[in-house]
């Protein structure tokens, strides 16, 4: 059995990397603290006998040998980045889990058949280069190396030159290092297994998601003397968007997001003649997905009238993902085994699985956090709900490495 | 006469100055393009034999003797500084048309029996440093050194550390150097004057503006798991406002603006949990302004529902003016005289004159601009319309000197 206690306090250990006043994390991917936990983490990984290997767009891998050397590993994976606003349980979970799960088949002198595989994936979060799960996604084929090193991010850094920066640029090849199967732990980030009192979700899939760049040109004029009706107001512009995508959500009901908002040249005296602004659409269903899309294109043709021009470029799609049915069965069974009461559940947030689902059975295990708050310094579940996240992975990842 | 084609080359020349790739120009208050054309500015006068005093919040005042030296000298006055987007002749226009006369009593070898004073105001804009008028309002004793110093820009930047780092703070006391009226020429940056195809507004007054900074505090929350009606959404509720003053605009038949926006910690998968931004309110009569301002709090009181809090704080007013009536009367008689066409208009615009008229008998002379754009690179008016401005500043000028 893992260790609930040990678990959290490697939680709390780490998130003093890149911690925040009001108990969050900011560790933005390649960012110097990025670079403090992977160091960090290789350490640790090390001390318990791993090899750590690193490719090229700074995925971490640390094998932890088997019986068979032959037989291709099974991984634990999930990542270390964090939004700007993060709280110290999304992503973490899931990698320190797989190292407490090392601690205890060291602590019982246990060598599974098969060997392990804890990963930590680079720029799982999208926040500082966009798009999310960026290295599961090379790993898996879905981008390449090149893709990934042109990212720009909106302080100007390039995500090649930021992985050469911190000293993180691998020599394996992405996709090289090979594995049988993957789970992932995390924390639900949504209100759904808090609400129904349930330990443990088991993860069935994934709802598809589509984000957006949108451009407005207006014109900007002088605030004290442009009638209203001779503005081209860039921000009004904005204004209708933001709130027509909210109908459009409820419409549908799916997910709409405008996070990010900047306006060229802004002052508080001229009328906004250029903007740019992001959205975020999401959707169980793909065809539904689809019509909020179709909806969005008309209300930025419709808005587009008032101002000289908007363009809305769909930078990102991921489709809605349904997971390995013997991964998944793994999960319900190894909850089913340590007594947690355990339900299916859809995942809202998009994850590294997501996109190694592509290229090896994978399933994700979800614990309740409080109020369903995620990408919020106040995000937060308990020991215990922790610790029976990382039974239930043990479990199922010892079924598979065994088999 | 002055020389139409010798001030429009001075307007090109200077324009070169901060000049932008699409023709304008971005020249922000206590910059280096603010201080190269501050010493440009001081250059010229001191060729045409003026004597260049700085007061303590930069303001530059160029004093030509008159044949009377115990007499209070006529001020001709406005700015240097331009907003993000600005373009070649808002303020600029006034000041340089000020050396053209000086240049025009050169050659003519004439002196007036009052001196005559050409003064650059320090920050009118309020573009880098809000309020707009800071120099001027300094002057006038509507704001003290201290409160100027403290100004913060988005930048970081201090006034008063901005202000010494240019080393354009001079040792004569803000308020000291008196004068016995000012004119101030400037383009309408408006569309009234071009629609009524007139060459001359003779300005009787500016309309109330007041200042708002709007705080909105909501919760981070991850955009992909958050359930619609369960978000406190920052970004949504801005939206709501900026619509709901562009409202409130059209009813009381008033102007409002929400020129900049910026969320903090902003990223396109998380909701937006805190975000600023600015509202600018303006109307010609004050108790209409004053409905305005009660219908906006109701509004944010509104929003503030859906979100943690709204906070709107009015950082600045600036009541409805008139303009002194001989004042007003010399500009219409100026005008008359030369054989251009003229109107009466209430400027849209804030100008130093707003304050200044608080302390001496002041007025404007508005010409007209290009689809009444300002704010903009694409501003502009013509050869003869600045020419036209120039000539009937002169005449109210002469008439006050020589009074
Ligand atoms: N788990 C998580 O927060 N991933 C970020 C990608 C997303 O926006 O869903
Ligand atoms: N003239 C001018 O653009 N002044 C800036 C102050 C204002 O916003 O009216």
């Known amino acids: 059995r893992i260790d609930a206690t040990r678990l959290w306090n490697t939680l709390m250990e780490t998130a003093a990397i890149g911690g ?121 084929g879905v981008f390449d190396r090149a893709y990934a090193d042109g990212r720009l991010a909106s302080d100007g850094a390039r995500f090649g030159n930021a992985l050469d920066g911190i000293s993180y640029r ?36 994934v709802q598809g998601m589509r984000w957006y760049d949108v451009t407005i040109k207006g014109r900007e004029a002088h605030a004290g003397t442009t009638p209203m009706q001779m ?20 419409e549908f009901l799916g997910l709409a997001t405008v996070g990010d908002l900047n306006v060229t040249n802004a002052s508080r005296n001229v009328v906004a003649g250029h903007l740019h602004m992001t959205i975020d659409l999401r959707h169980h269903d793909d065809s539904a997905l689809d019509h909020m899309e179709a909806a969005t294109q008309h209300l930025i043709e419709a808005t587009g009238a008032a101002v000289s021009a908007i363009t809305c470029e769909r930078i990102w799609h991921s489709p809605a993902v349904n997971f390995d049915p013997g991964c998944v069965a793994a999960v319900s069974k190894s909850a089913a085994d340590a007594g947690f009461s355990a339900m299916e559940i859809i995942s809202g947030a998009g994850h590294d699985s997501v996109y190694i689902s ?8 979800f614990v309740p956090c409080k109020d369903g708050l995620s990408h919020n310094p106040l995000e937060s579940s308990t020991v215990d709900q922790c610790g029976a996240g990382a039974q239930t992975l043990l479990g199922a990842v010892l079924a598979y490495a065994e088999h």
Chains 1, 2 share one sequence.
């Open 358 to 365: 592509r290229i090896a059975p994978t399933a994700m295990i």
């Open 231 to 250: 503005r081209q107001d860039a921000m009004t512009a904005a204004a209708r968007l933001i709130l027509g995508v909210e109908t459009i959500a409820g």
């Open 20 to 140: 925040t006043s009001d108990g969050g994390i900011r560790r933005l991917t390649l960012t110097e603290e990025d670079r403090q936990v992977r160091d960090w983490f290789k350490n640790r990984c090390e001390k318990l006998g791993c090899t750590v290997t690193i490719d090229e767009v700074g995925n971490m891998f640390a094998l932890r040998a088997g019986t068979d050397a032959s037989a291709l590993p099974i991984a634990i994976g999930s990542h270390l980045d964090t939004q700007p606003t993060g709280g110290k349980f999304d992503g973490i979970l899931g990698v320190l889990a797989g190292l407490e799960i090392f601690q205890t088949l060291t602590d019982a002198g246990y060598t599974t058949r098969r060997p392990l595989l804890l990963v930590n994936w680079t720029n799982e979060e999208g926040a500082r280069f966009s798009p999310a799960m960026l290295g599961s996604g090379v790993h898996a």
């Open 170 to 205: 691998g020599t394996v090849k992405a996709g090289a290092t090979k594995f049988a199967a993957m789970f992932e732990l995390h924390i639900e980030q949504g209100p759904v297994l808090e609400q129904a009192d349930t330990d443990i979700g088991i993860v069935t899939g």
